[in-house]
């Protein structure tokens, strides 16, 4: 039987990543939380970081939220690498994943991420089932499913800018709900059948103000219930076990989390997102 595998990301850093660290560890489930030194919408503080990076993984994110592609070059590289620097000096642990913010970068950028010795780069494609994909000499990692209700013409925006027919198949035959939970389903039973990665991202500042946390809850027991089936890893030790793979050289990488991990509970900061209705990402 092919191999699926389980992953999330939560992008931003927002102070009610606590609460969602506490969810997944509830479920047995882990992943990467990609936090910028600042952000206009609130960020953890310092020791809440180091907290979340002794059961998690901590990603890069830039130091300032900065969009890639609409920033010079020298601004992007010193943002690229600052972040991987602030992220090891902060928790003391390896920082081998990125994500540009917004999902906006350029291909001019491959070679800054490469220069910053990451292993891999986070994307924000939508509705994919794929392992972690070689390019550009990295590993670049899609995702499945983001935790909100986008209507069906955010996903056809998001596959159409990417060209991408099989993400766009599997929506024509997997989609036709704007539940996301609902899609999330399917989408998990379409990864144990066939094989590939099921990848759950957001944010925990929409999560607060879509009022999301409850359905979150759902899907997160969901996935625990088939972890059996599909080992729950961080992006990172997907991109090392995919190098390893695609390489023969032995990386290491954390054992996946089944256990309960983290103790603290917390609960859901009153901070506010910006105004208005998130956006689909580019």
């Known amino acids: 039987m092919p191999q699926a595998f389980i992953t999330t990301s939560w992008d931003d850093g927002h102070p009610s990543d606590m609460r969602l660290a506490d969810m997944l560890a509830r479920h047995g489930l882990t992943g990467t939380f990609y936090i910028p030194r600042s952000i206009e919408t609130g960020v953890l503080p310092d020791s809440d970081i180091r907290t979340l990076s002794s059961n998690f993984e901590i990603g890069a994110h830039t130091l300032n939220h900065v969009f890639l592609a609409n920033t010079?070059?020298?601004?992007?590289?010193?943002?690229?690498?600052?972040?991987?620097?602030?992220?090891?000096?902060?928790?003391?642990?390896?920082?081998?994943?990125?994500?540009?913010?917004?999902?906006?970068?350029?291909?001019?950028?491959?070679?800054?991420?490469?220069?910053?010795?990451?292993?891999?780069?986070?994307?924000?494609?939508?509705?994919?089932?794929?392992?972690?994909?070689?390019?550009?000499?990295?590993l670049e990692m899609p995702t499945t499913l983001q935790a909100f209700p986008h209507p069906a013409v955010n996903y056809l925006k998001n596959l159409t800018k990417r060209g991408a027919v099989p993400n766009f198949l599997l929506y024509a035959r997997h989609g036709r709900t704007r539940n996301w939970a609902v899609l999330a389903r399917r989408l998990l039973q379409r990864t144990l059948r066939v094989g590939g990665v099921f990848h759950l991202w957001g944010h925990s500042w929409e999560l607060d103000q879509a009022a999301l946390w409850s359905r979150l809850d759902d899907v997160l027991k969901m996935l625990a219930e088939v972890r059996d089936q599909a080992p729950c890893l961080t992006n990172g030790q997907l991109c090392r076990r995919q190098q390893q793979a695609l390489t023969g050289i032995s990386v290491e990488a954390r054992e996946p989390v089944h256990d309960r991990v983290g103790e603290r509970s917390t609960s859901a900061s009153a901070s506010s997102p910006p105004a208005g209705a998130p956006t689909a990402p580019r």
Do not use: N
């Open 72 to 138: 010079d070059d020298a601004t992007a590289r010193a943002e690229i690498a600052g972040s991987k620097s602030w992220v090891q000096g902060l928790t003391g642990k390896d920082c081998p994943m990125f994500c540009p913010p917004g999902g906006r970068f350029k291909s001019i950028h491959y070679k800054m991420f490469r220069e910053a010795e990451y292993v891999g780069i986070r994307t924000v494609e939508f509705l994919s089932l794929d392992l972690p994909r070689p390019r550009a000499g990295l």
